[in-house]
């Protein structure tokens, strides 16, 4: 198994701003990915972090927009840049321990308000 | 593309009450499903999983079994407790391993069990 923290667990942000939001896991793991939540709706994949690799964003995700940086094995930070109203979401960071591994972990989110 | 679709919420119960919450997919192949619960205030957990047609997953006294000419995949339990009060996420991957991690996820379904 694996215990993810974020922090910070929630913020209220200006528009225009930027937010980093750091993912903790307590075991080595390789894939780690970052989902958003927007209110009423299901989790969408914003992109997946391997270390040693640059980010693999999904369609409609762009590196300006949420640069990833994963430094080792059990660290990860999205940031979410020029902030809109748009962007207030929960953000969530997951892992995956193994190839084969069916189990993935979800961290407790970060919820985010832009105003 | 792959999509899940299921039950709107909130659904309120008693104690006590049978629960169902429906849960349909598209895919092509032989996706695995799952079922994830969020409890206030933490990260989605694993409720349960199915790999193949006709795999009944269960766990903490919840069940949903893979019905592939249907499609769905709903999620029941006999009776409720206050504690089941969560945010259930039904969710779909293709493929066993490698490069098919990818969970496609429902919107959720807000249960709210009442003593």
């Known amino acids: 198994s694996a215990v993810i923290s974020q922090k910070p667990s929630r913020d209220i942000c200006q528009r225009g701003t930027s937010l980093t939001i750091q993912c903790q896991v307590d075991?080595?793991?390789?894939?780690m990915f970052w989902y958003r939540q927007q209110p009423g709706q299901s989790l969408t994949l914003i992109a997946t972090a391997n270390q040693g690799s640059e980010a693999t964003y999904e369609s409609g995700f762009v590196i300006d927009k949420f640069p990833i940086s994963r430094p080792n094995l059990t660290f990860s930070t999205l940031t979410v840049s020029n902030m809109s109203p748009e962007d207030s979401s929960i953000y969530l960071c997951s892992v995956r321990t193994g190839d084969l591994a069916y189990e993935q972990y979800f961290g407790p989110g970060t919820r985010l308000t832009v105003t | 593309g792959n999509s899940v679709t299921q039950m709107e919420g909130p659904v309120t119960l008693s104690e006590e009450a049978f629960l169902t919450i429906n849960c349909t997919y598209t895919a092509t192949g032989y996706p695995s499903l799952f079922w994830y619960v969020q409890y206030p205030g933490e990260g989605l957990q694993l409720l349960l999983k199915?790999?193949?047609?006709?795999d009944k997953g269960s766990n903490k006294g919840f069940e949903a079994t893979y019905r592939k000419e249907t499609t769905s995949f709903h999620l029941e339990k006999g009776s409720v407790q206050v504690s089941d009060s969560a945010v259930y996420f039904c969710?779909?991957?293709?493929?066993?391993?490698?490069?098919?991690?990818?969970?496609?996820f429902g919107k959720g379904t807000l249960l709210t069990v009442n003593p």
């Open positions: 075991s080595q793991v390789t894939m």
């Open positions: 199915a790999t193949k047609a006709d």
């Open positions: 969710a779909l991957r293709k493929g066993s391993g490698g490069s098919n991690y990818k969970l496609t």
